[in-house]
């Protein structure tokens, strides 16, 4: 048994969940934060047999890929103020840290 | 020393802390969400002597054991529209998922 | 590679936060409860390097050692009604309790 414990940034937490259904795994989803954007971001908690560690790290990658990203520049406040950021940037969006532990003893009640 | 990390429905939330608390664990809480009810839950990590896995496994399984339960039909928003099931269903409730950690540096400061 | 957990008391939270990332690493941060206060507290997951788990312990140690404080009383409420501790008393505050795990496998996507 493995513990799979994944960080994933907010846009991709949603794709994730449906992705691990499909393949029948059960998450445990936490919000949390941090990393270097401070962005908001979903830490799950994925209990499967060693033999599908594999399996459940190409559901990770596919769902939530690092891409490059056009970001348009908007006033979220529509209050006449200059946005910060006037034209569109290209910024990176998604990326998944993962970590897998092993598992003493596991149980289900 | 084990880390015990437990996932537990919202309802036997209270209960495993209380009973926790009377044997003298300590445990910290974070609110999670997932499983296939997508039903609020909390995770539970308790920091425990080798020796004591045993014995709070045992608090864990009285505390959060599953079981039926009938579920009576509510409508929940009182606008007289139908609820979905309209007549009192049997539905699993409870239950815990536990995993234990081994690990390999513990402090305290 | 290691996984640090590390329950922090929020008013440590911050300086935890600010202190990792002067030191270059990088923390994802749950908010949690429990403990003998129920006060709130911030769990912290630290990635690093077998090589680094010495240096991150520091950085906890300094930004979360328990230590003593004067509480003052105050009515939070305003409203007249006896605070219940009517005169200054000593509490601890601060304080870390860490999990140090081996992680089998280690992604970043
Ligand atoms: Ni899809
Ligand atoms: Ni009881
Ligand atoms: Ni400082």
């Known amino acids: 048994m493995r ?4 960080v994933v940034q907010d846009q991709d937490s949603q794709k994730l969940s ?4 499909e393949r029948g795994f059960r998450a445990t989803k936490l919000a949390s934060t941090g990393g270097f954007l401070k962005a908001g ?7 499967v047999d060693q033999t599908q560690v594999e399996d459940v790290m190409g559901v ?3 769902s939530c890929q690092a891409r490059e990203q056009m970001l348009n520049p908007m006033n979220p406040l529509g209050n006449g103020v200059e946005p910060m950021v006037p034209y569109p940037v290209k910024v990176q969006v998604g990326g998944a840290t993962v970590f897998v532990l092993d598992v003493e003893t596991f149980a289900h009640f």
Chains 1, 2, 3 share one sequence.
């Open 60 to 62: 990770i990658r596919e």
């Open 18 to 21: 449906d992705h691990l259904v």
């Open 3 to 6: 513990l799979v414990i994944a």
């Open 41 to 47: 971001n979903t830490t799950f908690l994925i209990g």
